[in-house]
């Protein structure tokens, strides 16, 4: 089925360092959204981006939405132990409830 | 405000066999969407309902099937059970056209 590339696989940090992941797809998308999900749960929204350009702040977390609509980026500043957890992209050609396509995800471990 | 919740937690099942699993959709939402995340992948797209009808499909084989009820809540039949269906089955429920909001899912082994 269609992924996105999702980058890097893995990442592990020491607690106070900023992270920085990326999304990039072969197709245009309308809408992006950052999810992560933790062990046992489903994936939690965490910032959705609906505007080519558009960048978007949630306390730590900044997303931005590629200008090309092809990728989007999510920064995380000041990393702290409950940051661990695997991050998605996710992208829609529309929005809304219309289906979501997602990335690999990015495992993130944060030593403190 | 009860979010999306999902049944049974696990399950295990023998090739060629038959399951459904449950997924109960957050309070006034309307549309559900079912999603399989296979160990180390992202969520893959199965099917979405809506008002009782389905409402797109992802590429799934046909003994993929589902239902959703007039309160809204759905179920995902999968019908002659192959090893590589083992993963976790997300439901994730929103009002049409609105944000979706995910259940904890249901991790299916097949034996």
């Known amino acids: 089925g269609q992924q996105l590339n999702q980058s890097p696989q893995s990442m592990f940090i020491q607690e106070g360092e900023d992270v920085s992941m990326n999304c990039t797809s072969s197709s245009i998308f309308n809408t992006w959204l950052w999810y992560k999900q933790e062990p046992g749960e489903g994936p939690v929204l965490l910032i959705a981006?609906?505007?080519?350009?558009e960048l978007t702040s949630n306390g730590r977390l900044t997303a931005q939405f590629g200008i090309t609509r092809k990728d989007s980026f999510l920064n995380i500043s000041a990393s702290i132990p409950s940051d661990v957890g695997i991050y998605f992209c996710?992208?829609?050609?529309?929005?809304?409830?219309?289906?979501?396509?997602f990335g690999k995800g990015t495992k993130l471990t944060v030593n403190p | 405000e009860t979010g999306v919740t999902q049944s049974p937690t696990h399950l295990i099942k023998t090739r060629g066999q038959q399951v459904t699993l449950r997924c109960s959709s957050q309070?006034?939402?309307?549309?559900v969407s079912w999603y399989q995340q296979a160990l180390g992948q992202g969520p893959q797209f199965i099917f979405q309902?809506?008002?009782?009808?389905?409402?797109g499909r992802g590429n799934f084989p046909p003994r993929f099937s589902g239902l959703q009820f007039p309160n809204y809540s759905s179920e995902l039949n999968v019908n002659a059970l192959e090893l590589d269906d083992s993963a976790l089955y997300l439901c994730?429920?929103?009002?049409?056209?609105?944000?979706?909001?995910f259940g904890p899912g249901t991790r299916l082994t097949v034996l």
């Open positions: 309902y809506y008002r009782e009808e389905e409402n």
């Open positions: 309070s006034g939402h309307n549309t």
């Open positions: 994730a429920s929103s009002l049409a056209g609105d944000t979706q909001y």
């Open positions: 996710a992208g829609q050609t529309q929005g809304g409830s219309e289906k979501l396509v």
């Open positions: 981006l609906y505007k080519a350009g």
